[in-house]
């Protein structure tokens, strides 16, 4: 299994609160994303990163905003969570741009809910 | 029109059967495909890449019709095992550095 780790893996949080998930890696691949799994939207993507302090915007990026200071951590911050905002969050990675076909690898998830 | 659309299912299957998944996609100029197989409350896990010209991985087969755009899945003598939520993922050459997932098609083999 590729080396992702996703911290928190459970939290509930309170409607208004900032959030951040963390997920950290150690196979030193260049790319990096975060994804929302919700029942009947599948995965979308919220942001992606190409590169250390290179980020840019997916589908569904409002209301969230990430960080990447080194290579092996990309973070995903909700400034103040909505209850919208409960869903199951992973992060992913792969060592070149996942649109050329390069195989990318997910972590275990981050279940995210918010009262 | 969702850009990547599967039936959700479930499919309810005996153990030994063979089963078929279809997934649409929108985009003709799409350049690659995979089927991803995501346990229940575990990550997505690449599953195969889908080629022009078909191919196979055991009892699994991925088929690929560009003019009609869809790919297929097919699983032949369903194990237990293979009880899972099977993902049609798209790379829609858009500039967009990630790929497009399908909502999933849930397969239940039962015993």
């Known amino acids: 299994d590729a080396g992702i780790t996703q911290s928190p893996r459970h939290k509930v949080t309170e409607t208004g609160t900032p959030v951040t998930l963390r997920c950290h890696q150690t196979e030193n691949h260049r790319y990096m994303y975060w994804y929302r799994q919700d029942p009947g939207h599948g995965l979308r993507l919220i942001h992606y990163?190409?590169?250390?302090?290179?980020?840019d915007k997916g589908e569904v990026s409002d209301g969230y905003s990430v960080s990447r200071s080194k290579t092996e951590d990309f973070l995903l911050t909700l400034e103040s969570a909505t209850s919208s905002q409960t869903s199951v969050y992973f992060c992913a990675i792969s060592e070149s741009a996942a649109e050329g076909g390069n195989t990318i690898y997910f972590g275990e998830g981050s279940w995210l809910t918010v009262v | 029109r969702k850009e990547v659309e599967q039936d959700p299912g479930p499919f309810n299957v005996p153990e030994g059967a063979t089963v078929a998944f279809n997934c649409t996609y929108s985009?003709?100029?799409?350049?690659?495909f995979f089927w991803y197989r995501q346990d229940c409350r575990k990550e997505p896990k690449l599953l195969m890449s889908v080629y022009s010209s078909g191919n196979e991985d055991g009892r699994f087969t991925a088929q690929l019709n560009r003019a009609s755009q869809y790919i297929s899945l097919l699983i032949r003598d369903s194990k237990l095992s293979d009880s899972a939520t099977y993902l049609c993922v798209v790379n829609f050459y858009t500039g967009r550095r990630a790929l497009t997932f399908g909502s999933g098609t849930r397969l239940q083999v039962q015993p």
């Open positions: 985009n003709s100029a799409s350049q690659s």
């Open positions: 990163s190409y590169g250390v302090k290179d980020t």
